[in-house]
């Protein structure tokens, strides 16, 4: 990924612990690597297909002097999820805040704090088998698009299923989402069960009904398993209902674990695995 390089960007504010830090301010300095794809601009001479360096000055400047944090940890993590947020070319941050004036007592030169920050990839499977399931999916996507740290890239269509597992109920409705998160595989699944929470999501039954279902299938190409999530999914190979939806988004992702990419492994489940789904439904509108 190409550079952009800003370095000592002066900034006065008011960001610290003590409450004359508060009052009377001081001189921070940034430093940050914008990290995009310049190819494009620098063969086309565009300004059209790159980030201005100028605005993003402006930007960090004017956030950074109207905001008031107590920590520099604080203001780095804050600066960078705006940026990212504001500048949709830039894909990643690395910024440095420099306090040379901390109220520390001792002879020093400076003290910063440093961290990179970035656009991830994830894909997520949807599921309803309750009332209006077509809504409840469609409200749970919109938590994502109206969430800043959360982009949709792209949605399937929906699939009528049969039910997964040995509990009897009502069909369900399935699909997938695209987007790109700033969210740590935790801090996702804890937005997920926010956002099921507000469907009225009842986790009383193992795969029993639910108004809305969101699983985390792929993020990037992590793979972890802790006690409360496992990357990727760790059904998704037999889920013909997971699998279809997400052939039309990433075809040719491939599984970090079984080196099959998405839609090898929805031919294998189609040809020896369990059949779940019934027909393609409708599409989602954009």
């Not at 190409?2 to 300095?29: P, S, W």
């Not at 003290?111 to 999916?137: F, L």
């Amino acid at each position: 990924m190409d550079e952009i390089i800003i370095e000592n960007l002066k900034v006065y504010a008011y960001h610290g612990v003590y409450k004359e830090e508060n009052e009377k301010g001081q001189n921070f300095y940034v430093n940050a690597v914008l990290y995009t794809d310049t190819r494009k601009a620098g063969q086309e001479d565009n300004f059209e297909y790159t980030t201005s360096y100028g605005q993003v000055c402006q930007f960090i400047h004017e956030y950074i002097s109207r905001t008031l944090f107590k920590l520099i940890e604080t203001v780095a993590e804050m600066t960078a999820e705006a940026v990212l947020a504001e500048f949709p070319l830039i894909e990643g941050i690395t910024i440095e805040i420099r306090k040379p004036e901390a109220p520390i007592g001792l002879e020093y030169e400076s003290v910063s704090v440093r961290i990179t920050r970035r656009w991830h990839m994830a894909c997520i499977a949807t599921g309803s088998n309750i009332g209006d399931r077509q809504k409840y999916i469609e409200d749970g996507i919109a938590a994502f698009e109206n969430d800043s740290k959360c982009r949709i890239i792209k949605k399937s269509d929906y699939v009528r299923t049969t039910p997964y597992g040995d509990v009897e109920q009502d069909e369900f409705l399935n699909g997938a989402v695209l987007i790109k998160t700033l969210y740590t595989p935790e801090e996702l699944l804890d937005k997920i069960h926010e956002t099921e929470d507000d469907a009225g999501r009842q986790r009383t039954l193992r795969w029993g009904p639910r108004t809305l279902d969101l699983d985390i299938i792929f993020y990037d190409d992590v793979v972890m398993n802790t006690d409360t999530l496992q990357i990727p999914h760790i059904d998704m190979q037999n889920r013909d209902f997971v699998l279809k939806p997400m052939v039309s988004l990433v075809p040719y992702v491939v599984h970090p674990v079984f080196n099959k990419t998405v839609l090898q492994l929805y031919e294998e489940v189609c040809k020896s695995g369990e059949k779940h789904v019934i027909e393609q439904e409708t599409e989602f509108i954009d």
